[in-house]
């Protein structure tokens, strides 16, 4: 199995920049891919960024040229890069890794609130 812990969450002032820390435990070979999401109140939780298990990345088009993922050299730690950030990007940022045993499971962190406030 695999657990993931979300980190870094904070309040950030308007064009201000954070980095996300999701470290995963268990299982990290079987890792396939691990993503970011972010679920705003009052909405539908969206996928912000993914990174697969041979370092191909992608991110979202609401976020594309000021976030970006990345991970370790260690693969156990995956990060979101946050810049010039926006009231909108307000919300709990989740990560979220999907893993191969047999089949393919997911697992979720707890969540690590973002608020982007003046």
């Known amino acids: 199995q695999v657990q993931v812990v979300e980190s870094g969450g904070a309040l950030v002032q308007p064009g201000g920049s954070l980095r996300l820390s999701c470290v995963a435990s268990g299982s990290i070979g079987s890792i396939h891919s691990v993503a970011w999401y972010r679920q705003a109140a009052g909405k539908a939780r969206e996928l912000v960024a993914d990174?697969?298990?041979?370092?191909?990345?992608a991110v979202a088009t609401s976020v594309a040229g000021r976030f970006a993922i990345s991970r370790d050299k260690n693969g156990n730690t995956v990060y979101l890069q946050m810049n010039s950030l926006k009231l909108e990007d307000t919300a709990v940022y989740y990560c979220n890794a999907r893993y191969i045993t047999d089949i393919m499971y997911e697992t979720w962190g707890q969540g690590t609130q973002v608020t982007v406030s003046s």
């Open positions: 990174i697969t298990r041979g370092g191909g990345t």
